[in-house]
């Protein structure tokens, strides 16, 4: 069973979500081998209760008798929100994180808000590494790794007061002040190309530093920093990312994880579910064949 720790090659990931769906754990796997992926995310909070009423060692043989890795799971603390929200959600990190040490499912992720409308950038820094210290430490304790997200388009923050980090450089940063090894990026081809990145700056990238990947296009047309965030298309869909580029450059840093097609596409949505994500894994399989992954 595939972790962060395993060194196998990168694969391909489903994440109903990020297709616009919400499939509990049996139907994912399903659902996976319809679409030709080879992993799966899962929810954190449905695992929690079939470990408890089943076992790891039933959800492991569901996964083995598929053909299929873990991925990863979003991390369910509100570190955005007020401190009650967001110590009730820290009390729980802990037996999220042992259920996924069971299984063996040890990549965690979340994003980065690119502003604030009450805390300059050095305040809202100070709070980012204040609120995921802990996180990091809780996740640390059970193996488990963390991948931030930044969040590039222009247009998803010039409307707010205060900019924060938009850049991968700046999350970087933000894992070093806080200060655990367990902490990377949860690189997104879409961030990427909107903060105006290049295949070098992926190259001098280690690979431990990637901790989980999203794909995705970019529609045709618009200028770099008139993109808008929700608003993307399936991988290879139209050629404006780089995509072979992007994935040959993980491959040769060694990048052994989930890869995980993100398009917030309205096309798929209108779909029934099974119909949008075999599509999606056709897209993926494109993009992968073309950069030569095997």
């Known amino acids: 069973m595939n972790s962060k720790e395993d060194g196998i090659q ?6 109903p979500g990020a297709l616009g769906f919400q499939l509990p754990f049996q139907k994912t796997i399903e659902a996976a081998k319809i679409g030709g992926f080879e992993g799966i ?6 695992m929690e209760e079939l470990v408890k009423s089943k076992s790891a060692e039933e959800v492991r043989r569901r996964l083995f008798e598929n053909d299929l890795n873990f991925g990863g799971w979003g991390l369910p603390v509100n570190f955005r929100g007020n401190d009650e929200a967001y110590r009730k959600d820290l009390e729980r990190l802990s037996e999220y994180a042992r259920v996924s040490q069971e299984l063996g499912c040890n990549r965690v992720f979340t994003w980065i808000l690119p502003f604030s409308d009450e805390l300059p ?15 990091a430490e809780i996740l640390d304790n059970y193996k488990c790794y963390l991948g931030l997200e930044f969040v590039a388009p222009k247009t998803s923050r ?20 806080i200060g655990t090894k367990n902490l990377g990026l ?24 990637v901790i989980y990947v999203h794909i995705n296009d970019a529609p045709a047309g618009f200028p770099i920093d008139e993109q808008i965030d929700n608003v993307r298309c399936l991988p290879g869909e139209t050629g404006v990312i780089d995509l072979v580029g992007f994935l040959k450059a993980l491959k040769e840093i060694g990048y052994d994880g989930p890869v995980t097609p993100e398009p917030f596409s309205r096309k798929l949505k209108e779909m029934p579910a099974l119909k949008a994500i075999q599509m999606a894994g056709e897209s993926l399989d494109s993009v992968w064949k073309a950069a030569g992954i095997n």
């Open 10 to 15: 990168m694969y391909k990931n489903l994440n």
């Open 41 to 46: 995310d899962i929810n954190i909070v449905e």
């Open 158 to 177: 010039i409307n707010h007061k205060y900019e924060f980090i938009h850049m991968m450089d700046g999350i970087l940063k933000l894992c070093e002040a």
């Open 186 to 209: 949860l690189l997104d081809s879409w961030h990427w190309y909107t903060s105006h990145g290049n295949l070098n700056q992926l190259r001098r990238l280690r690979d431990e530093q």
């Open 121 to 135: 950038f050095k305040e809202n820094f100070e709070r980012h590494v204040e609120r995921l210290r802990p996180v």
